[in-house]
T-cell receptor, first 111, second 112 residues
Framework: QKEVEQDPGPLSVPEGAIVSLNCTYS??????FMWYRQYSRKGPELLMY????GNKEDGRFTAQVDKSSKYISLFIRDSQPSDSATYLCAMISYNDYKLSFGAGTTVTVRA | EADIYQTPRYLVIGTGKKITLECSQT?????MYWYQQDPGMELHLIHYSYGVNSTEKGDLSSESTVSRIRTEHFPLTLESARPSHTSQYLC???????????FGQGTRLTVV
C-alpha cells in the first residue's frame, strides 16, 4: 500500500465551480503538507504549504489538514481555465526527510 | 521564485554513454531530491540527501548514482545509458526546518 493516496480523477468542471482535491496518508511521521500544480512537461510549482491541522487560505486556494484522520484537501474557488493542470499533494516525514507525493489529479476547467 | 537549477534541460544521447545531470540550488537547503517522471505519470523518488555526504535510495529502484559533496550541488549519474532511462528527471530541495520543497525545471532525457 502506498503511503500517500490521492483521488485519481480526472476532474472536469465548468468555469467558476469549486474544485475539491483530496489525499489520505498512512504514515504518522508526515508533518508537513504541500500542494503543487504541474503543467504538462513542466516541473511542479508549489501552491500551498502547511504543517498544522486546520485551514489555510491563499487567494482562491484553501488547504485543509486533518491529522487525526490523516486527510488533506485543496479547494479552488471560482475556478478558471488557467487552473487546468495536474495537482499533486506532497508530504515530508520528520524522521527520514523523505518527500512523498500522491499520484496527481488532472483538472480541466471548461470555459 | 525558487533558486534551483537543472542542466541540461534537454539531452539526447546514445546507448552506453555515461551522463551526469546537474542540479544546483542557492537557497542553502540541506535536503535535496531526485524524481523520475514519465509523461502523464506520477513522480517516483529515486534518490535523496539530507545533507553533505549523505545519500539515500528512494522508492523506485534506479541504476543511477548520486553524490553530495557540497550543500548546493546534487548531481545524478548514469554510467551506461539505456533506452529504458528515457524520462524526465526532476530535482527538488527543502530547507532545514522541513519547510516547503521547490523544484527545478527538469531534464528531459532521451536515450536512443
Amino acid at each position: 500500500q502506498k503511503e500517500v493516496e490521492q483521488d485519481p480523477g480526472p476532474l472536469s468542471v465548468p468555469e467558476g465551480a469549486i474544485v475539491s482535491l483530496n489525499c489520505t496518508y498512512s504514515n504518522s511521521a508526515f508533518q508537513y503538507f504541500m500542494w503543487y500544480r504541474q503543467y504538462s512537461r513542466k516541473g511542479p510549482e508549489l501552491l500551498m504549504y502547511t504543517y498544522s491541522s486546520g485551514n489555510k487560505e491563499d487567494g482562491r486556494f484553501t488547504a485543509q489538514v486533518d491529522k487525526s484522520s490523516k486527510y488533506i484537501s485543496l479547494f479552488i474557488r471560482d475556478s478558471q481555465p488557467s487552473d487546468s493542470a495536474t495537482y499533486l499533494c506532497a508530504m515530508i516525514s520528520y524522521n527520514d526527510y523523505k518527500l512523498s507525493f500522491g499520484a496527481g489529479t488532472t483538472v480541466t476547467v471548461r470555459a | 521564485e525558487a533558486d534551483i537549477y537543472q542542466t541540461p534541460r534537454y539531452l539526447v544521447i546514445g546507448t552506453g554513454k555515461k551522463i551526469t545531470l546537474e542540479c544546483s540550488q542557492t537557497m542553502g537547503h540541506d535536503k535535496m531530491y531526485w524524481y523520475q517522471q514519465d509523461p502523464g505519470m506520477e513522480l517516483h523518488l529515486i534518490h535523496y540527501s539530507y545533507g553533505v555526504n549523505s545519500t539515500e535510495k528512494g522508492d523506485l529502484s534506479s541504476e543511477s548514482t548520486v553524490s553530495r559533496i557540497r550543500t548546493e550541488h546534487f548531481p545524478l549519474t548514469l554510467e551506461s545509458a539505456r533506452p529504458s532511462h528515457t524520462s524526465q528527471y526532476l530535482c527538488a530541495s527543502s530547507g532545514q526546518m522541513n519547510t516547503e520543497a521547490f523544484f527545478g525545471q527538469g531534464t528531459r532525457l532521451t536515450v536512443v
